[in-house]
């Protein structure tokens, strides 16, 4: 099955400054890749994803980089502000199931 | 429009004792999943459905069975709680890959 990889396991950055995630995957089937924010006790909520047929997509201060000869796929926050605080998830798929990383605790530092 | 509702949102559960966890979506999705957040482990897998009237186990499918009784509904069931069985249960459907979740449950095991 796919198994995903997520580097840092907790991220603290200054307001303002740039956070970035990496993930990799084992599956070179995946086509999906979606990234997910669980602020908490809440549900984890999608963000943005990237398809296996774009290398980057952008949404505002949010980005996503995928490398698929490399199998890994980043996420990015620019400008970050105190409600960027959050477990941020990224997760692959092939078909129907998702698999996750496990977890990134990002802390943005007034 | 709810989206994914999960009930109960708490539980506790004396080991051996059997309990079902519903969830129901208004989204007209035709997958549904079933996962358990650990601390440290990410979401990880336990069954899914594809679409109705079909079941698949997933990563860690281990003590727990499932039914989709129709499009709208997947339950999940405990039928001899373990205590290493405690953790938040969320539910999951999805249109397109794109998954939404529930608001969780939050299940412990004595």
């Known amino acids: 099955g796919e198994n995903v990889e997520q580097h840092p396991s907790t991220l603290s950055v200054q307001e303002g400054d740039s956070a970035v995630i990496k993930c990799t995957y084992s599956d070179s089937a995946s086509n999906y890749f979606p990234w997910y924010k669980q602020e908490l006790g809440k549900r984890p909520q999608l963000i943005i994803d990237?398809?296996?047929?774009?290398g980057e997509k952008k949404d505002q201060r949010i980005a996503v980089t995928l490398n698929k000869t490399a199998k890994h796929f980043s996420l990015h926050i620019t400008e970050t502000q105190p409600e960027d605080s959050a477990v941020y998830f990224c997760a692959a798929s092939d078909d129907y199931k998702l698999s996750f990383g496990a977890g990134t605790t990002v802390t943005v530092r007034a | 429009n709810a989206g994914v509702t999960q009930t109960p949102k708490f539980q506790v559960l004396k080991t051996g004792q059997s309990m079902t966890l519903q969830c129901a979506q208004d989204?007209?999705?035709?997958?549904m999943y079933w996962y358990r957040q650990d601390p440290g482990m990410g979401l990880r897998l336990i069954y899914y459905s594809a679409s109705e009237g079909t079941t698949d186990k997933g990563e860690v499918p281990n003590g727990y069975n499932v039914s989709r009784l129709n499009k709208r509904e997947f339950s999940l069931r405990l039928e001899s709680a373990a205590p290493s069985q405690t953790s938040v249960y969320f539910c999951?459907?999805?249109?397109?890959?794109?998954?939404?979740f529930g608001q969780g449950t939050r299940l412990t095991v004595v």
């Open positions: 989204m007209n999705h035709n997958s």
């Open positions: 990237i398809r296996s047929n774009v």
């Open positions: 999951a459907s999805s249109e397109d890959k794109m998954a939404f």
